[in-house]
C-alpha cells in the first residue's frame, strides 16, 4: 500500500509540475511569438522567459539556493560556463542570471513544435556535429559579447552520463570564445538539478531542492589561445568543486507493486537424474549387426 500511495504521489507531483512549466508559455504564447518577430524586441522577450521560469520553479514548491561568490556587475558581458545535467538547466540559469542573456543550445530544440521557433530566433543554435555550424555559433556568441549580451554555454555539449558526479570532457570554444573577446569567464555549479529532472528519455520528476553557485569571474585579458587549455582545466575543477557525493545517481522510477523475486530452479533429485541419464543411454544404444 505504501508504494502504491508513493506511486500515485509522483505522478500527482509530476503533472503538477508539467502545467505549471506548460501554462505560462500558453498564456503568454502570443506576446512571446509577436517579440520573436524582431531582434530589437528580443530583450523583451527574455524577460517574459525569464518571469516564466521563475513562476514555474516557484510553483514547483522547492526550495532553491542561489550562491553567488561575488557581486557581478550588471554592464559587464560575460561568458558563463555551466555543467550539464538536466532539462530544468535553461530555466534555473535563467532565474539566477539577471539581465540580457544569449545562450547556446543545441539546434534540435529549435524544432520543438510551437515553442522551438522562437527559441530559435531569440537564442543561438549549434548543430555540434557540423563545423560550420560550430563556427557560425561562435561568431555569433562574439557579436552578442560585443552588444553587451551575455552568453550561457554548456561545455559539456550533451547532459552527462554521470550528471553532477563526472563530466563530460570539455570542448574549447567557450574558452576561446571568452579569450577571443576579451571578456570574463563565470563558471557555474548545478548540483541537484538531475534530482529533480533527469534525463531518462522521459519525464520523471521528482521533488528536491535545488542549487545553483556563480563562481567569481576569471579574467580573461593578457591571455591568448595558447591559453585556452589551462583555462579550461581551472574551470572544469571549479565547477566540479561544488558537487554534492551524496546526490550522485539518478531517482529510479517508482513502480505502483512490489516487483516478486525471480523464481529459483531447483536442481534435480540424484537419483532421479541418474536413471533419466540410464534411460537416455539405453535409448540411444545400437547393437552390432
Known sequence: MRRFLR?????????????WFVLPFVLTYPLQWMLARKPRWHRHLHAINRVWSIVSIRMWGMPVTIVRKQPLPAKQPYVYVANHSSYIDILLLFKAIPG???????????????WGPIFGSTYITVNRESAVSRGRSMVQARKSLEEGRSV?????????????EEMMPFKDGAFQLAIAAGVPIVPITMPLNHRFMPDVGGIRVRYTPLKIVLHEP???????????????NRVFAIIASEFIPEAAGIPEP???????????KSAPAAGKSEAADANRKQKLHVPNS
Do not use: C, M
Open 218 to 232: 576569471i579574467s580573461t585579458q593578457g591571455l591568448t589561445l595558447a591559453d585556452a587549455e589551462e583555462l579550461k
Open 7 to 19: 506511486f500515485i504521489g509522483h505522478r500527482l507531483y509530476t503533472t503538477w509540475s508539467t502545467f
Open 254 to 264: 517508482t513502480p505502483y507493486y512490489r516487483p516478486k523475486p525471480p523464481k529459483e
Open 152 to 164: 550561457v554555454l554548456f561545455p559539456e555539449g550533451t547532459i552527462s552520463k554521470k550528471p553532477a
Open 100 to 114: 540580457f542573456l544569449n545562450i547556446v543550445g543545441k539546434s534540435a530544440l529549435a524544432k520543438v513544435p510551437v
